[in-house]
């Protein structure tokens, strides 16, 4: 029982450290999640004004189907962070808020091009989304992190009530 203590209690520290580490690395991990996806969503940008656009599918997907799943445009202002063609502002497929990948996956493995990495206007009347990617992250890694903070807080005070309630049963089985 008092290894269990002890181990119990070497647990709720751990805990501890690592929510005052995640309190702390916050802006860390979201600097490096922001850089990351600046230099994806950049190299896609450039890649797509190429005439021949060459950039690996995997990579053309992903910032579409983030940017789907995000309800974001572009990196920092929204549909706007993506320039224009022709004098027509122009983004990437995922900034609609109808993107089917499955068709945009289709369209693509015939082979990539200007009109299929940046459109002009969203099919059947899909809205663009017109906050930027970074804001958006930035808001979840605050909800997220809230979120977790508090689930371990109240972990931690369970564990905390349940090591006194050990203690205090094996006290009475010592006195007993």
Same mark, same amino acid.
């Given at each position: 029982?008092?290894?269990?203590?002890?181990?119990?209690?070497?647990?709720?520290? /751990?805990?501890? =450290?690592?929510? $005052?580490?995640?309190? @702390?690395?916050?802006?860390? +991990? *979201?600097?490096?999640? %922001?850089? &990351? !996806?600046?230099?994806?969503?950049?190299?896609?940008?450039?890649?797509?004004?190429?005439?021949?656009?060459? /950039?690996?599918? =995997?990579?053309? $997907?992903?910032?579409? @189907?983030?940017?789907?799943? +995000? *309800?974001?445009?572009? %990196?920092? &202002? !929204?549909?706007?962070?993506?320039?224009?063609?022709?004098?027509?502002?122009?983004?990437?497929?995922?900034?609609?808020?109808?993107?089917?990948?499955?068709?945009?996956?289709?369209?693509?493995?015939?082979?990539?091009?200007?009109?299929?990495?940046?459109?002009?206007?969203?099919?059947?009347?899909?809205?663009?989304?017109?906050?930027?990617?970074?804001?958006?992250?930035?808001?979840?890694?605050?909800?997220?992190?809230?979120?977790?903070?508090?689930?371990?807080?109240?972990?931690?005070?369970?564990?905390?009530?349940?090591?006194?309630?050990?203690?205090?049963?094996?006290?009475?089985?010592?006195?007993?």
């Amino acid at each position: 029982a008092v290894v269990s203590t002890q181990s119990t209690g070497i647990f709720v520290i /751990l805990e501890i =450290v690592v929510i $005052v580490l995640a309190v @702390v690395k916050k802006n860390d +991990f *979201e600097d490096a999640f %922001v850089e &990351t !996806g600046t230099e994806l969503f950049t190299e896609y940008k450039t890649e797509a004004n190429d005439a021949t656009p060459d /950039l690996d599918e =995997v990579k053309v $997907v992903g910032v579409n @189907v983030a940017q789907f799943t +995000f *309800e974001c445009c572009g %990196v920092d &202002t !929204g549909s706007s962070w993506w320039g224009n063609r022709n004098g027509a502002a122009v983004f990437a497929p995922g900034c609609c808020s109808n993107f089917d990948s499955q068709t945009f996956e289709n369209s693509i493995q015939a082979g990539l091009t200007q009109e299929k990495m940046l459109i002009t206007q969203c099919p059947d009347d899909g809205e663009v989304f017109q906050v930027g990617c970074q804001e958006q992250a930035n808001a979840l890694a605050n909800a997220f992190s809230t979120v977790i903070i508090i689930v371990v807080a109240v972990l931690i005070a369970f564990e905390i009530l349940c090591l006194v309630a050990a203690c205090v049963s094996k006290k009475r089985d010592l006195v007993a």
